[in-house]
């Protein structure tokens, strides 16, 4: 994914493959995070912005590394908050993605600190968040 990152193709499998690998298994999560998967990810969803599939993706395996709490501070640290945002806002007409973005920002936020939280009010977020939720509240899976 590092070397291919102009290839949408190897950037939406890659992030869906990852997000298959991590789901319920946390040796391949910390595997994931020791690897450079998350930058792999992260840059996924900032070389292919316009890519609805990779950031449907890059979110869902976000999510699944943000419930293992050996991961949230790698994910925090390497900008997972801010490329969340960035989906929501570039493709917050997707109900998908919002929904996976909205899950992974969920899941990063148990169990944080205040600060974590703050960083969310800070950036003026709290207001993206529910504006996707009224965008997409008949939504019915």
């Known amino acids: 994914m590092l070397k291919h990152g102009e290839w949408k193709a190897v950037q939406e499998d890659g992030c869906a493959l990852l997000w298959m690998l991590a789901f319920n298994n946390t040796l391949f999560q910390i595997k994931i995070a020791d690897l450079m998967g998350i930058q792999a990810i992260l840059e996924a969803m ?29 994910l925090l640290e390497a900008g997972a908050l801010t490329c969340l945002f960035g989906s929501m806002e570039e493709h917050g007409y997707s109900p998908l993605v919002s929904e996976k973005s909205c899950s992974a920002l969920a899941a990063l936020m148990v169990r944080r600190s205040g600060e974590t939280k703050l960083c969310i009010l800070q950036k003026n977020e709290l207001a993206s968040i529910i504006r996707l939720m009224t965008i997409h509240s008949s939504f019915r899976r």
Request: glycine letters at 6%; one cysteine or more.
């Open 46 to 74: 900032a070389t292919q912005k316009a890519v609805e599939q990779v950031h449907y993706h890059g979110c869902g395996v976000l999510h699944v590394l943000s419930c293992n709490n050996e991961i949230k501070p790698k």
